[in-house]
């Protein structure tokens, strides 16, 4: 009889394998001879034995896959910088970043083997190294960007437990151009002039929060970022979901979400899904109940677009998308011919792959636009010239009437307010690297391949504080994208990465961040109160600074 084993690569989340195997003989140890050298060995020097031959093996594959790049001439023995992995320092990202436009590490990193039989499960846990080559250059950030042949994304091991093994986004190639074009939609102008109204809600009452929140802790400064971070999680629930979802269960999300983050850590406790507690087991049952409440919202969406409701909302634009689909499809089926062919035609979904596909967007949005939001409070409130700038033109705007809410033409229009989002996106990038995985050996340069399974990550940052492109790159000065050429030195945009799968809302978030600070300059007064670590980058999947952002709002007159 045979066995069927099943591999389960957690190495990227993303390379399952299966296959069979016969079974093994039961007495194979006996027959294997061993040479006079080691015989009558005690255990243990067979074990200190085999631990060195892994070391060397270990050591002498680092140095051959490093070559000519930059990197330590040794690597820790077996586990590499893992312990720098579980907390991550920006300061070492920036040395690594200046050691070389092609820079490696080797990382401790693990395999799962799960074996099943007829009657037990064995479970048997390898541990191995991840090598991983980091770019700095801007051209070959590009490339690897641009080269779905060789490099695809590759998130952490955990990461299909969290968004959902079937998710859109660990599609590749024709599949995910063809799922992605069907979502693309869901993000022009016309779609996101509808998202506006809810928005400007949803920012109305937070603003009402932050300032109950100050006078509640007596006026005296309190960490905003958990505040920053449950503003963007209501605004992306209500942006993708209007009224479908209760004020509970985004309450709930936002309070609960950062687990699901947490989870993601590039390097987890082998098996720490399965041990009620730890970490990636809570991230997973947080992102089990937000994939139920997403589901059931799905369901009403369908309900309520079938009355020919109008669309208000992301889920509700994507099922007007599907229906219009399917009646295209029955008119063609039933032989009419003068039948117009919607602008999207789509498949129809279920209400699980709805729930998992807003999942992904929510994933998506919800560190770097926090990340992008904190930054953009404790920046305004220490450069009160761009904030008075800021305020006047947004006045200007609304005609003289700070209560006039913001629709597109006007967001559009306001100059000053998007050069200063875009410098806030360049000044702090939220997401200073996406790491690929290569699919195969990778010439990414002409004396350098990056061998096939190894991480390449091209970063982002770099590109942006680059100092012949931007001068005095760590100053925040919004006056480079009005009268310098910051507008025009496209290929260092890299805020929302590059290629098939680049950021599907790089037109939605400078949009709803300008709607954001805007709403706010016309409404609130707001103090940061400077320490020690404000100016400290803290990396928790994105930057923070290291204090929370320590503010006190109160209500403009
Ligand atoms: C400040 C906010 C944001 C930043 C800086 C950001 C940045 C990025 C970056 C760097 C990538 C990877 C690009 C690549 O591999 O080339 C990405 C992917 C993605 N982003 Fe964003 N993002 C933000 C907000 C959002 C929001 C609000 C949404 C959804 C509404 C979103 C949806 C996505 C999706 C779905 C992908 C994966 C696309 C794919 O694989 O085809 N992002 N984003």
């Known amino acids: 009889m045979k066995s069927s084993i099943t591999v389960a690569s957690m190495s990227a989340g993303l390379d399952n394998v299966s296959f069979s195997q016969p079974n093994l003989p039961q007495s194979w140890h006996s027959q294997i001879t061993l040479p006079a050298i080691v015989e009558g060995w005690f255990t243990w020097q067979y074990a200190v034995t085999f631990i060195l031959v892994v070391i060397v093996y270990d050591q002498v594959m680092y140095i051959k896959r490093k070559g000519s790049i930059a990197g330590p001439a040794f690597k820790i023995p077996l586990m590499g910088p893992f312990l720098q992995a579980l907390d991550p320092k920006f300061d070492s990202y920036l040395a690594q970043w200046a050691s070389g436009p092609l820079s490696c590490v080797s990382v401790f990193h693990k395999y799962v083997v799960v074996s099943l039989h007829t009657q037990s499960v064995q479970l048997l846990t390898f541990f191995y190294n991840r090598f991983v080559v980091l770019t700095s250059d801007r051209d070959l950030?590009?490339?690897v960007f641009k080269s779905p042949a060789?490099?695809?994304?590759?998130?952490?091991?955990?990461?299909?437990?969290?968004?959902?093994?079937?998710?859109?986004?660990f599609l590749q190639g024709r599949d995910h151009a063809e799922y992605r074009r069907g979502l693309a939609p869901l993000f022009t102008n016309k779609a996101m002039a509808t998202y506006l109204p809810v928005q400007e809600k949803v920012l109305a009452d937070y603003f009402d929060k932050f300032v109950a929140a100050s006078e509640a802790n007596k006026n005296k400064s309190?960490?905003?970022?958990?505040?920053?971070?449950?503003?963007?999680?209501?605004?992306?629930?209500?942006?993708?979901?209007?009224?479908?979802?209760?004020?509970?269960?985004?309450?709930?999300?936002?309070?609960?979400?950062?687990?699901?983050?947490?989870?993601?850590?590039?390097?987890?406790?082998?098996?720490?899904?399965?041990?009620?507690?730890?970490?990636?087991?809570?991230?997973k049952r947080v992102a089990d109940a937000v994939h139920v409440e997403f589901a059931k919202c799905a369901a009403a969406c369908k309900a309520k677009m079938a009355t020919g409701a109008k669309p208000t909302c992301t889920v509700d634009h994507w099922v007007r998308h599907m229906m219009e689909s399917k009646q295209y499809r029955e008119k063609i089926a039933a032989g009419e011919t003068d039948v117009e062919r919607p602008p999207n035609l789509i498949r129809e979904f279920t209400n699980k792959e709805i729930g998992e596909t807003l999942f992904t967007f929510l994933f998506a949005s919800q560190d770097a636009s926090s990340s992008a939001t904190t930054w953009l409070f404790q920046i305004l409130a220490q450069r009160p010239d761009?904030?008075?700038?800021?305020?006047?033109?947004?006045?200007?705007?609304?005609?003289g009437d700070k209560n006039k809410p913001f629709d597109q033409p006007m967001l559009e229009s306001l100059t000053y307010t998007n050069a200063v989002v875009k410098e806030l996106l360049r000044h702090r990038p939220p997401v200073i690297f996406v790491p690929y995985l290569a699919t195969k050996d990778f010439p990414v340069t002409s004396n350098y391949t990056v061998p096939k399974g190894s991480m390449i990550i091209p970063s982002c940052y770099p590109a942006l504080h680059d100092p012949q492109v931007s001068p005095e790159p760590d100053v925040f000065d919004p006056d480079r994208w009005i009268t310098g050429d910051a507008e025009s030195k496209t290929k260092n945009w890299l805020v929302f990465g590059a290629g098939p799968h680049d950021c599907l809302a790089r037109r939605y978030v400078p949009l709803s961040m300008a709607g954001m600070i805007g709403k706010a300059a016309m409404e609130l007064d707001w103090k940061h109160y400077e320490t020690e670590l404000s100016e400290e980058i803290k990396v928790f999947a994105t930057l923070f600074p290291m204090d929370g952002c320590p503010l006190v709002f109160t209500k403009r007159a």
């Open 141 to 143: 950030a590009h490339k």
């Open 150 to 169: 060789y490099a695809e994304p590759c998130l952490v091991p955990v990461a299909k437990d969290i968004i959902g093994h079937k998710a859109w986004v």
């Open 222 to 283: 309190m960490p905003f970022m958990t505040l920053f971070r449950e503003i963007n999680c209501a605004l992306s629930c209500r942006t993708f979901f209007g009224d479908y979802i209760s004020q509970d269960a985004i309450k709930k999300i936002s309070d609960d979400y950062y687990l699901a983050t947490a989870a993601l850590e590039l390097v987890n406790v082998p098996l720490s899904i399965y041990i009620p507690g730890t970490k990636v087991w809570r991230g």
């Open 386 to 399: 761009v904030l008075n700038e800021l305020r006047q033109e947004n006045l200007d705007a609304r005609g």
